[in-house]
């Protein structure tokens, strides 16, 4: 397993459309393992395969409090929502210590591949239904900050280029 660099908002390798998994393999599935690595290190709750700059349709989610239970989600897909929406504080491994409060769905349904290529259906509601939009947003190059204002939006690529330049040269 390896430990893959997280891009930064606003990379525009960020904004880039994830391609479908054509077969679940060996492939696939070591993608899989250097994702739920880098998820754990971080630590995060969730983790696209957008965010570590591959353009492929690869989720890994944790909200265990044990961080011992991943849950893999290759060519995901929404198959229901809600209509009921709800408010959630969310923060971005892309966004770094930035958490604002978005609107979506309260539940939804949704279909994807496991680890075997072997299709399954999973209702979600609470943290894991936010965590499943805001990662599915990722592959489709869409970020939870947008979601929010301009102004914030400004704000939050100028906070992030100015952190990242400060990480290049702490002196
Ligand atoms: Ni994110």
């Given at each position: 397993m390896?430990?893959?660099?997280?891009?930064?908002?606003?990379?525009?390798?960020?904004?880039?459309?994830?391609?479908?998994?054509?077969?679940?393999?060996?492939?696939t599935?070591?993608?899989?393992?250097?994702?739920?690595e880098t998820?754990?290190?971080?630590?995060?709750?969730?983790?696209?395969?957008?965010q570590?700059?591959?353009?492929?349709?690869?989720?890994?989610?944790?909200?265990?409090?044990?961080?011992?239970?991943?849950?893999?989600?290759?060519?995901p897909?929404?198959?229901?929502?809600s209509?009921?929406k709800?408010?959630?504080?969310?923060?971005c491994?892309?966004?770094?210590?930035?958490?604002?409060?978005?609107?979506?769905?309260?539940r939804?349904?949704?279909?994807?591949?496991?680890?075997?290529?072997?299709?399954?259906?999973?209702?979600?509601?609470?943290?894991?239904?936010?965590?499943?939009?805001?990662?599915?947003?990722?592959?489709?190059?869409?970020?939870?900050?947008?979601?929010?204002?301009?102004?914030?939006?400004?704000?939050?690529?100028?906070?992030?280029?100015?952190?990242?330049?400060?990480?290049?040269?702490?002196?």
């Amino acid at each position: 397993m390896a430990l893959l660099p997280v891009l930064c908002y606003p990379d525009v390798r960020l904004f880039k459309v994830a391609k479908p998994v054509a077969q679940v393999d060996a492939r696939t599935r070591k993608i899989v393992a250097d994702m739920a690595e880098t998820m754990y290190e971080a630590p995060g709750v969730g983790l696209a395969a957008t965010q570590v700059d591959v353009h492929e349709r690869i989720i890994v989610i944790d909200i265990s409090e044990s961080q011992d239970e991943l849950m893999v989600f290759i060519n995901p897909e929404l198959v229901w929502a809600s209509d009921e929406k709800k408010s959630w504080r969310e923060g971005c491994l892309s966004v770094p210590e930035y958490y604002d409060e978005v609107d979506r769905p309260d539940r939804v349904r949704i279909k994807a591949l496991d680890l075997n290529g072997n299709s399954f259906e999973l209702d979600a509601d609470g943290l894991l239904s936010v965590c499943l939009q805001h990662e599915m947003d990722h592959l489709e190059g869409k970020v939870f900050v947008e979601y929010l204002s301009l102004l914030k939006r400004s704000r939050i690529s100028l906070k992030m280029k100015k952190r990242a330049k400060e990480l290049a040269s702490p002196f």
